[in-house]
Structure formats: C-alpha cells, structure tokens
C-alpha cells in the first residue's frame, strides 16, 4: 500500500499533508525518514510514525459520532450529509454510516467501512438493541407505556416488545431492536402522543461518549471494537 494511502486512511492527516511532512522528514517507516510519500509498505507489518506519532492501520475503521440535529445519515455529497463533519480520506475509503438517525435526531451514530458488521448490527433477526433518550408531549400515562411495552399496530405492522423506563409523563428512555421508518415518532403518535426529542444512547454494545459533543467525532476504542466484532460470532 502507498504509505500516503495508509496514514490518511487511518485519518491521521491527508494525503497532501503527508507529502509535507514526507518533505520535512516527518514520516518514519520502521525508524526510517521517507520522503517520497508514494513508496509502497506492507500496511500489515511496517511501523509508521507521524510527526513523532504512531500510526495505526486496520483493514475497517470504527468511528463514533455524536450526530446533531439538521444533518443527514447518507453518504451522499451533499452540504448536509453527516460525512461532511468527518475528515474526506474517511468517504474515500468507502465509509458509511450503520443505519439513520432522522434529520432531527441527535446522538450515536456508528460510521464504518465494515460491510458484514453493519450488517449485523441492523439486520431485524438479530435483535440489536437500541436505546433512546426521549421527550414527549402530551404526557404519556401508564396505559401508553404499557401499549408501547407491548407493541403499536402500524398500518398492519405489529412492533416487536420494547422496554421504556419513564422518568416522567414527558420524558424517559424506551429501548427497542427495531429500525423501521420514524418508528419510536410512529409508535408515540399511535397512543395519542408526539416525540419533541429524541437522542440516541446506546446502539448495541455501544455508549455514546458523554465526552463528546454535537457533531464530534473519535475512533472507537480496541475495547468497543472486540464488543461489536464478537456480535459477529
């Protein structure tokens, strides 16, 4: 692999500001300044160091964004598309966000470039859980949280169980292990209520960082990726 390929795709830096560091002896290959960017490594055995840092590649990247409100799950070039609050080396290697979040909706969103783990995570037979912060207005009664509890019939479509923990008549957290179309916005209206905000928390094994703020990114940890990779298993 070109060595410019393989730290900007680890999203250390981009291609053009490896080729200044390369110039100013600033990229080390197993000890060794290399100043022409475009020589080839073995991506599975060298040892890389940029400005002093190392670098770390793996064949699929993990990210965690806390997504904000206004901006848009596709990968599609567009102004408001959440790949634009990510560094561009990131789209070149075909990262995509796993599953939406509607426009409006806040919290965790998992960006990657690991076809068979989004899979996974959003395939209905598998169950994954997702769990959501929520305000709703009007106040749902106990009679609501039990229909919601036990499923909301949507056009025909019965919802699958899901779990809601009420801190009060307008807010709490409902966790389900579905992803269909505004489906906590759908089940909410179908007992006379309406979602004002929601948040994402929790998407499987993950937590949203509470380090993080709206539209800030990191790596997941080693920790998290064992986590996800082992749902796989």
Sequence with gaps: MRLDKFISDTGTASRKECARAARSGLILVDGIAVRDPSVHIDENHAKVTF????????????????????????????????????????????????????????????????????HRMLAPKHHVEKTYAYMCAPPVEEEQIRQLENGIDMNGYFTKPAHVEAESGERGRITVTEGKYHQIKRMFAAVGSEIVFLKREKFGPLMLDPTLAEGEWRFLADAEICALTSLQK
Excluded at 57 to 78: A, H, N
């Design 51 to 118: 400005c002093g840092n190392p670098v770390q590649w793996s064949r699929f990247t993990y990210v965690m964004l806390y997504k904000p409100s206004g901006v848009i799950s596709t990968t599609e070039d567009t102004p408001r598309s959440v790949m634009r609050l990510l560094p561009p080396e990131f789209s070149k290697k075909g990262m995509f966000p796993c599953g939406r979040l509607d426009i409006d909706t806040v919290g965790l969103l998992l960006i990657t470039n690991d076809g068979p783990l989004a």
